[in-house]
C-alpha cells in the first residue's frame, strides 16, 4: 500500500524521545546555517508541539483525500481502505495531538 506494504504500522512512528532529539539537531543544524543562538529547550518543546498539530492535519487530510480518490481514481488501489486507516488514526490521537 503505497510503498508501505499491505497496512500501515502506525507502531513505527517515532516516540516522543525520539522526535525530541530529532528536532533538537534539526534546529541546532538550522539555527548554526542561519548564524542564530543554540535553540533552547522551550524552542525544542514548542517545534515538537507544533509538529504534533500538523501530524494530525495530515491523517485527516489524506483520509478525506484518499475518500474522494476511491470515487474518481482510474488506479488499482484501496483507497477506501487507506481513508479508514488515516481516519482512525486521526480520530484515536487527535486529542494527544491536539491538546500539546
Known amino acids: ?3 508501505i506494504g499491505d497496512t ?9 524521545d525520539e ?6 539537531f534539526y534546529l541546532t543544524a538550522f539555527n548554526e546555517m ?10 525544542v518543546q514548542l517545534f515538537y508541539r507544533n509538529v504534533g498539530k ?12 484518499s475518500f474522494l480518490q476511491s470515487t474518481i481514481s482510474k488506479i488499482d488501489f484501496d483507497y477506501t481502505q487507506y481513508a479508514k ?12 495531538f491536539l491538546n500539546l
Open 85 to 96: 486507516d488515516r481516519l482512525t488514526e486521526y480520530f484515536k490521537k487527535k486529542h494527544q
Open 54 to 65: 500538523m501530524c494530525a492535519l495530515s491523517h485527516f487530510y489524506w483520509g478525506v483525500w
Open 34 to 43: 542561519k548564524g542564530l543562538a543554540a535553540p533552547s529547550k522551550d524552542d
Open 8 to 16: 500501515i504500522d502506525f507502531s513505527l512512528f517515532p516516540k516522543e
Open 19 to 24: 522526535q525530541m532529539l530529532f528536532i533538537g
Open 1 to 3: 500500500m503505497c510503498g
